[in-house]
C-alpha cells in the first residue's frame, strides 16, 4: 500500500511519497488500484487523467466531481432528479443576495459555491448575520447559494457506485460544528459516530429511492455518470430526508468509524467499482458502534497555530487517525487545523463513546480543543 503524501500515521501501515504527479508515481510503483482522498485532486480531474491512461481508480471524473464542487449545480441535478431538498436560490453579485435574503425566513443557510474545506456553510439567525456572511462567502468562492433552513437531525449516508448502481455503508452521524451542543461556527467535522439504529431499515430504503438512486439514474442519463464514494448528507425532516449537501468522497470523520466496523475484504467492493461493474459486491459490518472524536488545534476553525509537539499517542487503546500532524526533528507536532482522530468501538454506543474519550484524554498538545458530547444525540435518542 502507497500513499501520496501521506502523514506520520499512514506511513506506520503504508510507503508515504510526496509525488508531485500522482498518476507519474502510481505508473512507477505498478499501481493496480488509486483510490482518491481528498475532494481538491477530483474537482481538477484526476481521474479523467488515470482513466485516459488505462489505470483503474476510484472516484468520478471531473464533470461529474461538480455535485461536490458546486453547490448550485448539485441544487440543478437535484431539481431535475426530483430530490427533495431545501429551497434555495443562487446569487452571483452582493446586490442580489441582500435583495434575496429579505424574502427568506430566519434562520436561513449561506454557501459558498466552491470547495471551502468544509468552512463555507453558515447558518443565519438573523438577517444581519445573513448580509454579513454574504459579503464574506462571495469573496471566497462565488456565487452564492441561499437556503431556508432544514429542521430535524443530520445524518451521513455514503453508497460506493459504478455509474449504474449502489451499495450503501452504514449511516453516520458526523458533529460539524465547533462546540458542545451543536454551536459556534461550522467546521469539517468534530467527529462522528456510526451505529445501525441510526437509520431504520425503511428509512434506509427510502434514501436509497428517493435520494441516491435518481441522482446516479439522472447524472448516467446526462452523459456524467458518477462512480466513486457519493457522500449524501442528510436532515432526517418531519416530512422525511431531505438534501443538504453532496460529497464525491468518503466524509471525514465519517470514514473514520465506517472503517472502524467494517469487517472483510474492503479492495474487492473497491476494484468492482473502478471497473465499472460492481456485480455481487457488498460491504458487512460488526455489530459494535464506532465513535470519533476529533482533536482540534488551537484556533480551529478560525486561523489555526501550528507546530505544538504531541504527546501520549502510545498511551491511547484506540486507533488514532492522523489528519494535521508532521514529523520534526522535535517529534510529532501538529500542522493543521483538525489534528487527530481517535477511534474506538464498544458494545453499545455508551461503551463506545467512553473507550473513545479514555484514549483522547491520554493525548495533549498545546491548544487542543474536542467535543465532549460526539455521540450524546444518538445515546438520547435511543433512551427516550
Known amino acids: 500500500m502507497f500513499a501520496t503524501p501521506g502523514n506520520p500515521g499512514m506511513s506506520e501501515v503504508a510507503t508515504c511519497a510526496a509525488a508531485a504527479d500522482p498518476l ?143 451499495i450503501a455503508f452504514e449511516p453516520t452521524q458526523d458533529h460539524k460544528a465547533v462546540h458542545d451542543g451543536d454551536t459556534g461556527p461550522n467546521t469539517g467535522g468534530m467527529g462522528a459516530y456510526c451505529d445501525g439504529r441510526i437509520l431504520t ?62 469487517e472483510g475484504d474492503f479492495t474487492a467492493p473497491l476494484l468492482a467499482a473502478a471497473r465499472g461493474d460492481l456485480g455481487t459486491a457488498a460491504f458487512s459490518w460488526k455489530p459494535a458502534p464506532s465513535v470519533c472524536v476529533v482533536m482540534a488545534a488551537s484556533g480551529y476553525p478560525g486561523t489555526v497555530r501550528t507546530g505544538d509537539l504531541i504527546s501520549g499517542i502510545a498511551d491511547a487503546a484506540a486507533t488514532v487517525f492522523h489528519a494535521g500532524t508532521r514529523l520534526t526533528g522535535r517529534g510529532l507536532e501538529t500542522s493543521g487545523g483538525r489534528v487527530l482522530g481517535v477511534t474506538a468501538s464498544g458494545e453499545d454506543l455508551d461503551a463506545a463513546i467512553r473507550n473513545a474519550y479514555a484514549s483522547v484524554e491520554k493525548i495533549r498538545f498545546d491548544g487542543m480543543h474536542y467535543r465532549k458530547d460526539i455521540g450524546a444525540k444518538g445515546l438520547k435518542r435511543w433512551r427516550a
Open 24 to 166: 507519474a508515481y502510481a505508473g512507477h510503483i505498478g499501481a493496480d488500484l488509486t483510490v482518491v482522498g481528498p475532494e481538491a485532486p477530483l474537482a481538477q480531474g484526476i481521474v479523467d487523467r488515470f482513466r485516459a491512461e488505462g489505470r483503474l481508480i476510484v472516484g468520478p471524473v471531473q464533470a461529474a466531481a461538480r455535485l461536490e464542487a458546486s453547490k448550485s449545480y448539485a441544487k440543478e441535478i437535484m431539481q431535475r432528479a426530483g430530490v427533495p431538498t431545501a429551497r434555495s436560490l443562487t446569487v452571483t453579485t452582493l446586490d442580489e443576495a441582500l435583495r434575496a435574503i429579505k424574502h427568506f425566513p430566519v434562520p436561513m443557510v449561506l454557501k459558498a459555491d466552491g470547495l471551502a474545506a468544509g468552512k463555507g456553510v453558515v447558518i443565519c439567525h438573523t438577517r444581519e448575520e445573513a448580509e454579513a456572511a454574504a459579503r464574506q462567502l462571495l469573496q471566497l468562492a462565488p456565487p452564492l447559494v441561499i437556503e431556508e433552513f432544514l429542521a430535524g437531525e443530520e445524518v451521513s449516508y455514503i453508497v460506493l457506485s459504478d455509474g449504474n448502481r449502489a
Open 201 to 262: 431499515a425503511d428509512d434506509q430504503q427510502r434514501v436509497m429511492e428517493t435520494v441516491i438512486e435518481p441522482v446516479i439514474a439522472t447524472m448516467r442519463a446526462e452523459g456524467t455518470p458518477f462512480t466513486g464514494f457519493l457522500y449524501a448528507g442528510l436532515m432526517m425532516t418531519a416530512d422525511g430526508p431531505k438534501v443538504l449537501e453532496f460529497n464525491a468522497r468518503l466524509g471525514d470523520p465519517e470514514t473514520q468509524v465506517l472503517m472502524h466496523r467494517m
